[in-house]
């Protein structure tokens, strides 16, 4: 039975909710692949027969949900191309990320201050001249400036000038409704493509154009009591690899932008860090494009099944010894298979290789090698059929199944290598003068020296290491969980569920492995205590002795400590989205002796997504919003005073105002009244009449709802004190003019 969760799922245009089959599954799919590349296009291509149950139902802009790759969670795309073959009876479906609907939205004009790109990213999502429910994610912490006019919200983190990833770097990943900028989306990848296992063909494209290895830096100096200009040049500055090569790649740098450059003794200081900012451009480029054959599908390799993840932006290793190459690069395209699950093609950028520090040494040795005249013997085997070869260049014609080839190699060594019918497999060595194969079965070897023993493979019952890759693996034979050690870094596998443990400057990192994605608990460590119900961490001094101790009871975590807790970052609670937040309560503010601890009810109660509820057990008392505090009973400020800001040094355009005080008081309407209980906005206000100002009355100092965010129109009491100190003022000049008209008049009396 076809699993439909390898088809792609077909939904109308207008869908919202994808958690259900749609349409339906399109199980007839012929071909159906996923193609992303770092910072560019995220697609989904798909051939369908004609004679398939949905063929109908396909049009133009409706959408597929398929899984993008081994980890991820299935991914929306939106139809934007039918090609119809009538002679195949096919349509092939092109489909792109459903996040690039953003492009059909606009930020006017945002400048971007020395600022984080999350500030940035919600500045932008603030600014969109059309809502949207897409969010916008940053791990980066670095700040910067740009600027953005009339630009499409994807533009502005990634593709073109001034945009997050061109000024801060970066790397995008796209959700369906989210869109991350990492710092580094990938990870050091423990995989090695090797030739003859994984490795099924590569190309490899070097190239020195754009390489720079020495900067001649200048700028433009202002002459003094002058409004012209001279050009400053500053020291020649040259790339640690500058004589590796022929000749020079010398570039003239201009720094006349840079503010801190303003003498030649700064132009300096600053060129000096050219290479160092502008990491890679002294090496040649290289690119590579790789064809996989996944892992799972050979039984020698099973084992690892789940390390076999390489995914978009990792770093991974490509090994092939019969072509000399060796390279670790990024991985910057991946092709993804839905259908069969795997990746099929990697394209791998900024290439790091062994020619790095000796490209000069690397091809001269490389051109010598192939000068070389090697003569080389065939024989013909004892059964008449197989034939020997013997010479140091590997065969690459005319063999068959079971053909041996002997290699010298150092003084006087022979490496004995059988062919499979695909390729050469060394199957025996020997030292000196010893030739063919040795049997190991019945042989008790004592004082065994291994020093030269640098490729072997050691296969045990519940043991396997390679000394090629520098893996080591580890098997319970009764759980079959799987402890592997992989080039300084653990795995702890159980079924298809893998754990990472490494080392960082930071600390040893456990993060999830393959199998783990969307686990509540796939990154703990457990330490369970004496009465094997406890858990708990223990921090320890120089001397082995704690009184640091972090326990945890049933549902309970509590931290002991003779010193205090702090926690210098924010805390956040989070929950599953911003509607459903996580709730906070029996939260023991103070030191349990004025009252405020009853061990049960609780002090403070976070509920809402947009406000904070403060309660006493469980009695109301103030609602904060962002806007506005709501308070229930009278605020007792116990002699302080409410205040705002009123210096002039901290105000611009300051007028005598024209409002008329007297006319706008006379609008204010002094009510008694009754709070309406039936309306849930009114819980917790008091009973009996009560006595206020009406807000539809307040006239120019009236809220609108959208400023105080709750729905309902309010009075600014800190605007009433100063409209009624105007008032007054203009009642009390009033009565002075009063005062001096009936002194005049009982004078002429």
Known sequence: MEDIDLKPILYEASTIDFNNNG???????????????????????????????????ISEHMLLKVKPNKVDDPHVFRIYSLQIDSIAQTVSIDASTKSNELVNNLVKDLAIEDTTPQVALDLMKQFLVLPTDYDFISDITSSNSTRWTNRNPLNCIVGEEGSLVDVFGGEIKRGNRTIWLYANRGVDNPNIIRHGKNLQGFTVEYSTKGMTTAILPYFNEKIEESSETQMVYGDIVYSQYANNYPFLYLVAMDYSSEEEVTNLATLNTKASQYFTEHNGIDTPSMSATVDMQDLSDSSEYKRFKSLENIQLCDTVTVYSKKHNVNLTAKVTKIIFDTLLEKNVSLELGSVRTSLTDSIKQGYTETIQDLQ???????????????????????????????DVWYKPVNDGEIEMYVFDGATWNKEAYSADSLGGTVNFANINAINLNLDALTTATITGANMWLNLVTGELQFTNPTTGDVLMLNQGEIFFQNGDNTRHLRYSPQGLIMEPGAGNTGTALNTGFILVGPDGSNKYIDFLNSGLQTTQRIVGVNETVRIHTNKKVEFRKNVAFNGTDAYNPVRVSGMFIGDGTEGLWDGGDGVAVVEGYNMIDLRIRGVGVMQLYENGIAC????????????????????????????????????????????????????????????????????????????TGKGYMGVNLIKEIHLATLTNQKLIKRMEALELRVAELETKE
């Open 372 to 402: 070389q005249n090697i003569y080389q013997t065939i024989e013909t085997a004892a059964n008449g059929k197989n034939r020997v070869f013997r010479g140091v260049e590997e065969p690459i014609t005319g063999m068959i199944k079971n």
């Open 23 to 57: 349409l339906g599954a399109l199980t007839e799919a012929m071909f159906s692949q996923v193609t992303e590349e770092r910072n560019g296009i995220f697609e989904l291509s798909v051939v369908y027969p004609m004679s398939g149950k949905l063929y109908d139902r």
């Open 632 to 707: 229930w009973g009278e605020m007792y400020m116990n002699g302080h005073t409410i205040w705002d800001e009123s210096d002039l040094t901290l105000k611009t355009n300051v007028l005598p105002t024209t409002i008329d005080a007297i006319a706008e008081t006379k609008k204010q309407k002094v009510i008694e009244f009754e709070w309406d209980k039936s309306n849930p906005h009114n819980e917790g206000k008091p009973e009996g009449t009560q006595f206020g100002l009406s807000a539809q009355h307040s006239g120019i100092l009236q809220l609108t709802p959208e400023e």
